[in-house]
């Protein structure tokens, strides 16, 4: 099974999230139901390995913390960009759960993560290029600002990719304390 370790976000939020995803030709938008912040792919694994990950992920302990999604951005450069994203104001707490999660995944055994943490949900993949439009797409949005919300749990999801696109599954979920 396909693995990662993720946010979910409130109904509501997503809902705020999915109002973005219109005027730009050629967007693949993320269903709002898919909308997520992922805090570390773990990819493909056996049945053996998913269950050490569960392991490593019980161990961990945080906090609940506040969250605010704000700003949308680009991954990929201005020739060849990739996807659309909502940023998160810096967050220490966010920081913090996923180096506690990466540290306690390399102790399970995975390889650790060469990419840096760049805490983001995705809004859309662009298989063409948007052209102009792109540039005035982000401007137009980049005073977005969600009201913050509560983080009081983390979630490890599985992901199936069926004709109709990735289907993201909860397989266990991480509660935070007080
Ligand atoms: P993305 O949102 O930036 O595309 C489930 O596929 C989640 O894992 C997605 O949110 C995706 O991030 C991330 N993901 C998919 N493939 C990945 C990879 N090879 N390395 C890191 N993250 C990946």
Same mark, same amino acid.
Do not use: C
């Given at each position: 099974?396909? +693995?990662?370790?993720?946010?979910?976000?409130?109904?509501? +939020?997503?809902?705020?999230?999915?109002? +973005?995803?219109?005027?730009?030709?050629?967007?693949?938008?993320?269903?709002?139901?898919?909308?997520?912040?992922?805090?570390?792919?773990?990819?493909?694994?056996?049945?053996?390995?998913?269950?050490?990950?569960?392991?490593?992920?019980?161990?961990?302990?945080?906090?609940?913390?506040?969250? @605010?999604?704000?700003?949308?951005?680009?991954?990929?450069?201005?020739?060849?960009?990739?996807?659309?994203?909502?940023?998160?104001?810096?967050?220490?707490? +966010?920081e913090r759960l996923q180096a506690k999660i990466e540290t306690a995944l390399q102790r399970a055994g995975l390889a650790p993560e060469k990419r840096k943490?760049?805490?983001?949900? @995705?809004?859309?993949?662009?298989?063409?290029?948007?052209?102009?439009?792109?540039?005035?797409?982000?401007?137009?949005?980049?005073?977005?600002?969600?009201?913050?919300?509560?983080?009081?749990?983390? @979630?490890?999801?599985?992901?199936?990719?069926?004709?109709?696109?990735?289907?993201?599954?909860?397989?266990?979920?991480?509660?935070?304390?007080?």
């Amino acid at each position: 099974m396909r +693995l990662f370790v993720a946010l979910s976000l409130p109904q509501d +939020l997503r809902n705020r999230l999915g109002g +973005l995803a219109s005027g730009l030709p050629g967007a693949r938008w993320v269903d709002p139901d898919n909308l997520h912040l992922t805090l570390r792919f773990i990819g493909e694994v056996d049945g053996r390995e998913a269950e050490d990950v569960d392991a490593a992920l019980s161990g961990v302990q945080g906090k609940r913390f506040s969250l @605010t999604l704000s700003g949308v951005g680009q991954f990929g450069d201005e020739r060849r960009p990739r996807a659309l994203w909502v940023g998160v104001e810096p967050n220490e707490a +966010l920081e913090r759960l996923q180096a506690k999660i990466e540290t306690a995944l390399q102790r399970a055994g995975l390889a650790p993560e060469k990419r840096k943490f760049k805490p983001h949900v @995705t809004l859309a993949r662009l298989k063409t290029h948007p052209g102009e439009r792109l540039h005035d797409y982000i401007v137009q949005r980049s005073l977005f600002r969600a009201e913050p919300f509560e983080v009081d749990a983390f @979630t490890l999801y599985s992901s199936y990719l069926a004709n109709s696109g990735a289907i993201y599954s909860p397989e266990a979920v991480y509660p935070l304390g007080g």
